[in-house]
């Protein structure tokens, strides 16, 4: 299964500021996904970021508050935007293993944002 | 919303002990994933049983899977400290394959 390499693994950012979270993966894969995991709370689908084209976000979230970029088949940015407080949360990144998941998927390690 | 959701929320017990968690999800699924997750940290997964398997083994794991019920269980067997952490199942829904996660089963093994 493919590795993954997200960093930062955590930050402490103050409040309008932003954040660019990086995914390196070990290998190209088509589909490349963000989470949002909220303190205690289940993970979120964000958006869908396929090399080459615009992400697909999910209802609840927008472009202009979570840019994603795509470069290329083994790599992918998430910027949270003007952060504030309701903005801390864990962010994941994650790749299917097999054909549309058949294997499950595989995640980064998490970035822990705190926004103050 | 939610697919899947975990029961208990929170799981306590003595190592050496077998712990078992429940997923129940809403609608018709291709597959259903348990994952770990250690300390706020990525999630690694754990098995995946298709819509058309009842039960799957995978070392001190074994997870069953009843779509008549839309629910699934996840047992561990001889627990150990090291199995502490968060456990989520995952199901694909309408037509989508890309999982859906519940909220997850803390499990917290005393040594």
């Known amino acids: 299964s493919a590795v993954i390499s997200q960093k930062p693994s955590r930050d402490i950012c103050q409040r309008g500021t932003s954040l660019t979270i990086q995914c390196q993966v070990d290998?190209?894969?088509?589909?490349m996904f963000w989470y949002r995991q909220q303190p205690g709370q289940s993970l979120t689908l964000i958006a869908t970021a396929n090399q080459g084209s615009e992400a697909t976000y999910e209802s609840g979230f927008v472009i202009d508050k979570f840019p994603i970029s795509r470069p290329n088949l083994t790599f992918s940015t998430l910027t949270v935007s003007n952060m504030s407080p309701e903005d801390s949360s864990i962010y994941l990144c994650?790749?299917?293993?097999?054909?549309?998941?058949?294997?499950?998927?595989?995640f980064g390690s998490g970035t822990r944002l705190t926004v103050v | 919303s939610q697919q899947g959701e975990e029961d208990p929320q929170a799981l306590s017990i003595q190592e050496g002990e077998n712990a078992t968690m429940n997923c129940s999800y809403k609608t018709s699924i291709n597959n259903l994933q348990w994952y770990r997750q250690n300390s706020g940290r990525g999630l690694v997964h754990l098995i995946l049983i298709r819509s058309n398997e009842r039960e799957k083994h995978s070392g001190r794991l074994r997870v069953t899977l009843d779509t008549s019920k839309k629910s699934s269980s996840l047992l561990i067997t001889a627990s150990r400290a090291a199995d502490t952490a968060s456990y989520f199942c995952?199901?694909?829904?309408?037509?989508?394959?890309?999982?859906?996660f519940g909220r997850g089963t803390s499990l917290i093994v005393h040594p």
């Open positions: 290998s190209q894969v088509t589909m």
């Open positions: 994650s790749v299917e293993g097999g054909d549309r998941g058949s294997y499950g998927y595989t």
């Open positions: 995952a199901t694909d829904k309408g037509g989508s394959y890309i999982p859906t």
